[in-house]
């Protein structure tokens, strides 16, 4: 059974930075395709950020230069380090994996699994 379990937000003002976490179980983040989604009030569930498994990123253009996608092999942990955070980054953001280790294609939702409950990142003043 594949699952994550995503942690890590919160309240941020306009600037800010945050980390989010992202911790599976059941099998080993290593050798995955990671990546990072989010959905905002009203809008559809976008990828935000995503890695190969040799650590080849793609990020929507929207974040390019503010998020940051990693993950700790030994602590089986995959993050999100977001940066200059802006309101319209408030959305509720999720971890999930493509068992294909490369490409990362963040926009292809259908192809990642582990989806968990998702936590919820709010920008405001």
């Known amino acids: 059974q594949l699952r994550l379990v995503e942690s890590g937000g919160g309240l941020v003002q306009p600037g800010g930075s945050l980390r989010l976490s992202c911790t599976p179980s059941g099998f080993h983040l290593e050798g995955y395709t990671i990546a990072w989604f989010r959905q905002a009030p009203g809008k559809e569930r976008e990828g935000v950020i995503c890695s190969s498994a040799g650590d080849y990123t793609e990020s929507a253009d929207s974040v390019k230069g503010r998020f940051t996608i990693s993950r700790d092999n030994a602590k089986n942990t995959m993050y999100l380090q977001m940066s200059s955070l802006e309101p319209e980054d408030t959305a509720v953001y999720y971890c999930?994996?493509?068992?294909?280790?490369?490409?990362?294609?963040?926009?292809?939702?259908?192809?990642?699994?582990?989806w968990g409950q998702g936590t919820q990142v709010t920008v405001s003043s």
């Open positions: 999930a994996v493509d068992w294909r280790p490369y490409p990362p294609i963040c926009t292809l939702l259908p192809r990642y699994v582990g």
